[in-house]
């Protein structure tokens, strides 16, 4: 971005009342505690707020990262030029717009964690978001993602989003027209980047015991992950029938360290920043793997997080 677009993009920012920092390091917002320094970090809070900063960005020809709150992206050493969008900041409204005998279905705004739905929902005897126990990061990227388990993932409870594209122009995407796949969202109709604000989650009535049986199922599963260290939750994708961390074990590199970033002895599919670790070393250790997985398996793993 050149002098004249960023002073222009600034005094934009500062007029609108919009947060942003500058020259702030990406590994605070990051959950391995890794990164390097970034130019222009914007923190919009509500729609308004994010359609005023897109148009900002479109006026001054500006491209531009968008983040959660940063628990699947790896931030390279490498300063980063472009404006990043964080939602950390943004709406975390939840009501409840529709409930009858059997179902409830949740208005979120996509700033909200689903660890706090979860809460909501076990204390308002809903069920049917019990999987979320232990997913981090925001709703809105965790609809991006269709986060998950085997037993269900969010495509599943999503009865319609709410968007803004990158030209500013807000609609309302209802289930038909939302493709879920693994670890992906497609939009019919829907061309070049966009911002989730906002899921409609369709649950059903439980009641607070049956819940929190069911939870017990992902608390067992999560207690194999390292998650009181810091990660950035699973690299790779699992192949077809596969599970990646059972690929990366059998070829010899579960507890394998690079510098400050190890395998996990607890699960090998979480790379964790022991101390001092660097973006180098995470990548590093990721082409290993990859080269590795594919020349003794025949199997080729695509990283699951975001590389920035």
Known sequence: MNKKRRTDLLIGLKEHKIEFLENESMSAYSSIKIGGLTD??????????LISVVNLLKVNLCGYYIIGRGTNTLFK????????????????????????????????????????I??????????????????????????????GSKESVIGNIIDAIEIITDEGIKYIIKKNDLKFSYRSLDID????????T????????????????????????????PLGEFSLGCIFKNPSGVSAGKVI?????????KGGASVSEKHANFIVNKGGAKPD??????????????????????TEIKII
């Not at 222009?40 to 707020?49: D, G, M, Q, R, Y």
């Not at 005998?101 to 996509?110: F, Q």
């Not at 070393?281 to 695509?302: F, P, T, V, W, Y």
């Open 198 to 225: 906002k899921a409609y989650l369709k649950l059903y009535n439980s009641s607070e015991s049956k819940i929190k049986e069911n939870i017990e199922v992902f608390k067992k599963r999560k207690s194999s992950q």
């Open 281 to 302: 070393d995470i990548m590093s250790l990721i082409r290993n793997i990859q080269e590795k997985a594919l020349s003794h398996k025949g199997i080729k793993l695509n």
């Open 77 to 116: 050493d490498a300063r980063i030029c472009m404006p990043v969008i964080s939602f950390k900041r943004f709406n975390t409204s939840l009501s409840e717009i529709k409930k009858n005998e059997s179902e409830t279905v949740l208005d979120v705004g996509a700033g909200m964690s689903p660890s706090k």
């Open 118 to 147: 979860l809460n909501y929902a076990i204390k308002n005897s809903i069920g049917g978001c019990e999987f979320f126990y232990g997913i981090p990061g925001t709703l809105g990227g965790a609809v991006r993602m269709n986060a």
């Open 189 to 196: 109709g829907i061309q070049g980047n966009y911002f989730i």
């Open 40 to 49: 222009l970090i914007i923190f919009p809070k509500n729609e308004a707020e």
């Open 249 to 257: 074990e059998e070829i010899g590199f579960k507890g394998f360290s």
